[in-house]
């Protein structure tokens, strides 16, 4: 029986497996997955049990019956849906205890280019009969850390959000809620709306980046077609291009927006504000 957490070669998956140590669980009982243990190493060296598993393959023979089970949403877009298929295939025939899987904020009627998959997967989770806790993370504020080197380079934070606001959180804050909840007892059957206390608009994402900066930086808001031109001229691929606007339209119509308290009330204290956030990211690029 284990903690077993998938992904935990990703930023993520890895952050979990920390906030577990922190919590007190042995080593010994965490199960960290991913295609490939040799990023695990250093996981290894501390106690913590390693194991291959890859969404493109079948599971079986690493998931044990009354393991506690979190799935760490895959990262290839458009395949999504299949390879968290093959892992709860994998985890009913187990027998694991129960499942927490990392979704989308309002994922069952977000309007977001990534929400069908998880929703998809969600329904897939419900028709699998094991017990279930679904974590719906909002934006992670680390997708906009890019964002500060081209602010610097550039002095504007370039997007086509009409002023939608962007509940977002630290990984490490949502990564936190999901070891409460696999650590914790009264979450099954649960759905989590998770995102950070304070929304922010890309006017406030660009007054933190100047503060850090110590230099004027301005948001430049422009309509999709233009962000979608600027965005190809910058030397954008086309898949990527279309993903961008496609975020910043749905971010417009407020869908990385929410008033939820979840995840504060999880972790048992505010989120990370924004500039707390961003003087991080500068200070890591200045040592």
């Given at each position: ?140 504020t680390e997708n906009f850390e890019p ?141």
């Amino acid at each position: 029986m284990a903690i077993v957490v998938t992904g935990a070669t990703g930023h993520f998956g890895r952050l979990v497996v920390e906030s577990l140590l922190e919590r007190g669980v042995p080593a010994g009982d965490i199960l960290a997955t991913g295609r490939s243990t040799e990023r695990l190493t250093e996981l290894q060296a501390r106690g913590v049990r390693t194991a291959v598993l890859d969404f493109d393959a079948p599971a079986d023979g690493v998931l044990s019956a009354g393991d506690v089970l979190l799935l760490v949403s895959a990262s290839e877009v458009g395949q999504r849906a299949r390879q968290h298929q093959n892992v709860i295939d994998a985890a009913v025939r187990a027998g694991v205890s129960t499942i927490a899987y990392t979704s989308l904020l309002d994922a069952a009627e977000s309007d977001l280019i990534l929400a069908p998959e998880h929703k998809v997967t969600e329904e897939a989770l419900q028709a699998s009969g094991l017990p279930v806790t679904i974590l719906r993370n909002g934006w992670y504020t680390e997708n906009f850390e890019p964002a500060l080197a081209q602010a610097q380079a550039t002095g504007a934070v370039l997007g086509s959000t009409a002023g939608g606001r962007i509940s977002a959180a630290p990984r490490a804050d949502f990564a936190e809620a999901a070891a409460v909840v696999l650590t914790t007892e009264g979450h099954q059957g649960k759905v989590y709306e998770l995102a950070g206390d304070n929304s922010f608009t890309l006017d406030d994402l660009a007054t933190a980046f100047a503060e850090v900066l110590n230099t004027e930086v301005s948001h430049r808001d422009v309509d999709a077609d233009t962000h979608r031109e600027m965005l190809t001229a910058a030397g954008l691929d086309e898949g990527l291009v279309g993903f961008l606007v496609a975020v910043d339209q749905s971010t417009a119509q407020g869908a990385l927006e929410s008033s939820s308290t979840d995840l504060s009330q999880l972790i048992g204290r505010p989120t990370e504000p924004l500039a707390t956030t961003v003087q991080g990211w500068s200070a890591s690029r200045a040592a």
